[in-house]
């Protein structure tokens, strides 16, 4: 059945504002036209306006930012990312439901999704705000063959991918402030969360929880966020379909994960630079034991930070807060 959905919204996506008749829908879905009338109705009740004329057939008005399955895969252009997609109303976190699905037979590429998260969750238990309706909560599984020292550089790849699916998308511009932290304008937009199962010389599973800020107003932050996050609407004063944003996101995805698996992390690492506003500044790092005030000098082929202090000795560092 939702071959067929898929089918309708294909055609009906395909052009703008042409309408094409039950019969035509039907052909090509390979089904009778009761079952087009009747997939119709769910898809409206999904969110799709579609507009039905006599004599001249369907057409898509416009679909709201509602997000669901068939939503995420129309329009998909990748081949395994996000190609299997789970999409939740209402969870604790994305990451949990993806820790399980890795556990099982999950494939590569598979993309757990909701609506909204009650325990959302940021790196060392910090939570992650993630109300309804509003943003990007979401959980990608890959299972590349690497050894977990490896594992950081994906937050960095993610990073990349969604910087540019936002300028594509959004024509905003953001900056990446090591390790996983998005901003607009000195804002945080996004927050990246990478987490494995491994043994000690491979990895088995990698989650890569992204969280982006949509379409939320100020007043949709609680106050203890609400000075330091933004928004994609915020920020432009538009409001985007979540959907297009996690293709394109997906997109870029698997296009930098096989340069990487092709060419290693040099090129990634050139694009991130970038982008990077963490490097080539006097910052101080917090780690989970210890501060360090230093000049960031730039990232290793690892992607750790490389922090050269005042005595002239260069600290690596691989996670820690940045100020
Ligand atoms: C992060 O942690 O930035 C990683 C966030 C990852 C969230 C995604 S959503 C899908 C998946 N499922 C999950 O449960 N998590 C992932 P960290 O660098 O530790 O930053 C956390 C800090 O960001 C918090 O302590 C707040 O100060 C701030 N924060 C919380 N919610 C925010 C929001 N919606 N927008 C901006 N800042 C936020």
């Known amino acids: 059945a939702s071959k067929i959905r898929e089918s309708i919204l294909e055609a009906l996506s395909s052009s703008d504002n042409s309408y094409f008749s039950g019969q035509e829908l039907a052909d090509q879905a390979g089904c009778s036209r009761t079952a087009i009338w009747k997939h119709i109705e769910d898809l409206r009740s999904s969110g799709f306006m579609i507009e039905s004329r006599r004599k001249k057939g369907y057409r898509l008005l416009g679909k709201t930012d509602e997000l669901n399955e068939n939503n995420l895969l129309v329009g998909l252009k990748t081949e395994t990312l996000g190609r299997s997609v789970l999409f939740l109303e209402s969870v604790e976190s994305t990451q949990k439901i993806a820790h399980r699905l890795a556990q099982e037979t999950a494939p590569e590429g598979t993309l757990v999704i909701a609506e909204e998260q009650v325990s959302g969750r940021g790196r ?12 990007i909560w979401m959980s990608l599984l890959l299972r590349p063959s690497l050894p977990p020292q490896k594992a950081p550089q994906f937050t960095l790849i993610a990073a990349v991918a969604i910087v540019e699916a936002i300028k594509d998308k959004c024509d905003l511009d953001v900056d990446i402030k090591w390790p996983n932290d998005l901003l607009i304008n000195g804002k945080k937009v996004t927050g990246i969360l990478t987490e494995l199962q491994a043994d000690s010389e491979q990895i088995h599973s990698l989650i890569i929880g992204m969280g982006i800020n949509v379409n939320q107003s100020a007043e949709d932050f609680s106050d203890d966020i609400r000075e330091i996050a933004t928004s994609l609407h915020i920020e432009s004063d538009k409001t985007f379909s979540r959907a297009g944003i996690v293709q394109e996101i997906l997109s870029n995805l698997e296009k930098y994960y096989a340069v990487y698996i092709k060419e290693g992390f040099e090129p990634i690492k050139e694009i991130w630079e970038k982008y990077a506003v963490t490097i080539g500044r006097q910052i101080t790092a917090r780690t989970l034991n210890k501060e360090i ?27 820690a807060d940045i100020e």
């Open 124 to 135: 060392m238990a910090r939570s992650w705000h993630s109300p309804k309706g509003t943003g």
């Open 293 to 319: 005030k230093g000049f960031a000098s730039g990232i290793t082929n690892e992607g750790v930070l490389k922090l050269i202090d005042e005595t002239g000795e260069t600290h690596l560092i691989y996670s």
